[in-house]
């Protein structure tokens, strides 16, 4: 069997050392083989909010994740047309990777609203894992998530990840206010973002 492959969804706008935190210590604790950025093209838990056009926000995660061929950027949530919901992200990589177990990537904050996701009993029949990063102040009740949705107990493993008190949002509102942020990027987005003029 193919070794197991996680999925890091997300806007990524931009990507920070928050996020690279996350996927490495999602590799080791998950024993993956590669994690797959997917890039959300039209998320649809955030109508309305100004987003970064898409080919800036795949420059910067291609430029985030260059050097480390465990990372891979994908366009499951580009080249397919929205809304883009992770059932169906799944669904599409599936297709492209065919026989290659999955292991989705989330906080605990997202674990505890799985049942409210889109089609999450296809979701979850999709996924081989569930690769879930503690949160301060977040917990889940597995008994009473697994009443709501079955099977869903067995497929969660729990990581800790150190915590980068660092979001894309504060990341956005810092650069536009000419504030501090050279060390919360890596370098390379941190030269697309000034080369591009982005979020002035």
Same mark, same amino acid.
């Given at each position: 069997?193919?070794?197991?492959?996680?999925?890091?969804?997300?806007?990524?706008?931009?990507?920070?050392?928050?996020?690279?935190?996350?996927?490495?210590?999602?590799?080791?604790?998950?024993?993956?083989?590669?994690?797959?950025?997917?890039?959300?093209?039209?998320?649809?838990?955030?109508?309305?909010?100004?987003?970064?056009?898409?080919?800036?926000?795949?420059?910067?995660?291609?430029?985030?994740?260059?050097?480390?061929?465990?990372?891979?950027?994908?366009?499951?949530?580009?080249?397919?047309?929205?809304?883009?919901?992770?059932?169906?992200?799944?669904?599409?990589?599936?297709?492209?990777?065919?026989?290659?177990?999955?292991?989705?990537?989330?906080?605990?904050?997202?674990?505890?609203?799985?049942?409210?996701?889109?089609?999450?009993?296809?979701?979850? =029949?999709?996924?081989?894992?569930?690769?879930?990063?503690?949160?301060?102040?977040?917990?889940?009740?597995?008994?009473?998530?697994?009443?709501?949705?079955?099977?869903?107990?067995?497929?969660?493993?729990?990581?800790?990840?150190?915590?980068?008190?660092?979001?894309?949002?504060?990341?956005?509102?810092?650069?536009?206010?000419?504030?501090?942020?050279?060390?919360?990027?890596?370098?390379?987005?941190?030269?697309?973002?000034? =080369?591009?003029?982005?979020?002035?």
């Amino acid at each position: 069997m193919a070794g197991l492959i996680g999925v890091f969804g997300g806007t990524f706008d931009p990507p920070h050392l928050g996020h690279l935190v996350l996927a490495d210590e999602a590799c080791h604790a998950l024993a993956l083989d590669k994690v797959l950025w997917v890039v959300t093209g039209e998320p649809p838990h955030k109508p309305g909010v100004p987003i970064t056009p898409i080919e800036h926000r795949l420059a910067m995660v291609r430029a985030a994740i260059t050097g480390d061929d465990r990372f891979e950027l994908s366009r499951a949530d580009v080249d397919r047309p929205g809304p883009h919901y992770a059932e169906g992200t799944l669904r599409w990589l599936q297709e492209h990777l065919p026989g290659v177990p999955l292991a989705y990537l989330m906080g605990a904050d997202s674990l505890h609203d799985l049942p409210d996701w889109h089609q999450p009993e296809r979701f979850l =029949a999709r996924c081989e894992r569930l690769g879930v990063m503690r949160r301060p102040g977040v917990e889940v009740d597995l008994q009473a998530l697994e009443a709501r949705l079955p099977g869903v107990a067995a497929k969660v493993r729990f990581f800790d990840a150190p915590l980068i008190g660092v979001s894309a949002r504060g990341l956005r509102r810092r650069i536009s206010l000419g504030l501090p942020h050279r060390y919360l990027l890596p370098s390379e987005v941190l030269n697309y973002i000034e =080369a591009k003029g982005l979020y002035r």
